[in-house]
């Protein structure tokens, strides 16, 4: 007997979030701020996000997109390789807005205002914030942040 169970509204989050229901989610809410993210939310998607973006740089690099010039500097390609070097580039500002928001709701879930993104321009300490910000368990106090 399997049991089904209803992924949650949109406006609420997501605990236990299975790697597909994270990435629609993901862009389903692609520039909301408000209400808040589970863990498994977030961090799926971050997986899913460097594996795209590594397999990316990956075939950029070996298509030729980016090449060393004889003197050392670094020369853009030509062919294939610019494909796919435009490709990262457009997945990277395509995915930027999407990221923070969804960086900001995890915020909202650990009952941390989402402008403590802004931490994350302190050189060293600042990322680190951030990273333990995100392991966060669930605070109940932040639904405060929902509609």
Known sequence: MSSSVSAPPLDQPYYGAPLSAAVRRFFAKYATFTGRASRS?????WLVAAIVNFVLQILALVTGGLKAGSDGAVVVGTGLGIVFL???IVWGLGTI?????LLV???HDSNHSGF???IGLVPLVGGLIL???TLLGPNPEGARFDR
């Open 41 to 45: 939310e977030y961090w799926w998607w």
């Open 86 to 88: 435009v490709l990262v």
């Open 97 to 101: 807005v999407p990221g923070i928001a």
């Open 105 to 107: 709701r995890r915020l």
């Open 116 to 118: 403590w993104v802004f």
């Open 131 to 133: 990273f333990i910000f």
